[in-house]
């Protein structure tokens, strides 16, 4: 079974709009960190942001946020107020308990129209 | 500025060529890891390492093997290179530790005639 999944293969978003960007996962672990990545065409990945397992409230950071529901296994990231800049891969991960590796999704190719 | 930096950022090699990649980081990680990244398919773990001379397979490893003889650096070898090899590497380090995101490599993208 596949650890993460992110069923969006491709998204589109019309700048100054927010996007989410859907992220299910698959663990047993009581203890885990979720992350989201991005990829620029020029290659580098750029953490974005990170949530534990424990965390009670969804994490943020600027424009980024982790919509976490935990019983439904998901962890959506949200970009609020799209910008052109934003247009990238988008990668959701998983970290398993103090385990040493990381799972990746397949990723979304997001575009933002002007 | 830390850094995960890889030797190469381009390679062109010839079928059954042997290949190093190389990948050093200065953060004092312990946890060192090679991706392989296809369009379609993510990023799938070739190798990892948590702690010098120690390896530990992922989950693509036929093809390959690594070394690491000193904590900064993980070497990624490819003892005959094919044409299904062709591809963009990632080197990521990362603490150990449940929260430690991991740091990346600007990645290496071979191609293998």
């Known amino acids: 079974a596949q650890k993460i999944t992110q069923t969006q293969p491709g998204m589109f978003v019309q700048e100054k709009e927010a996007v989410t960007l859907d992220c299910t996962y698959d663990?047993?672990?009581?203890?885990?960190?979720l992350f989201w990545y991005k990829q620029p065409s020029s290659g580098e990945m750029i953490f974005l942001i990170y949530?534990?397992?424990?965390?009670?409230q969804n994490a943020t950071e600027g424009r980024y946020s982790l919509n976490f529901q935990k019983a439904r296994k998901s962890a959506n990231l949200v970009i609020s107020a799209s910008q052109l800049g934003d247009s990238a891969m988008y990668f959701c991960?998983?970290?398993?308990?103090?385990?040493?590796?990381?799972?990746f999704g397949t990723g979304t190719s997001l575009t933002v129209i002007p | 500025d830390v850094k995960v930096t890889q030797s190469s950022r381009y390679l062109v090699k010839r079928t059954g060529e042997k290949v190093f990649l190389e990948c050093v980081q200065d953060?004092?990680?312990?946890?060192m890891f090679w991706y392989r990244q296809d369009p379609g398919l993510g990023l799938r773990l070739i190798y990892f390492?948590?702690?010098?001379?120690?390896?530990e397979k992922g989950d693509i490893p036929e093809g390959y093997s690594v070394s690491r003889e000193k904590k900064e650096r993980f070497s990624l070898i490819l003892e005959s290179a094919s044409t299904n090899q062709t591809s963009m590497y990632l080197c990521?380090?990362?603490?150990?530790?449940?929260?430690?995101?991991?740091?990346f490599g600007e990645g290496s993208r071979l191609t293998v005639l």
């Open positions: 990521a380090s990362s603490h150990l530790g449940s929260t430690g995101e991991l740091f």
């Open positions: 663990t047993s672990d009581p203890s885990y960190g």
């Open positions: 949530q534990g397992s424990y965390d009670q």
């Open positions: 991960a998983m970290r398993e308990g103090k385990g040493n590796q990381f799972y």
């Open positions: 953060m004092d990680h312990e946890n």
């Open positions: 390492s948590y702690d010098v001379k120690m390896k």
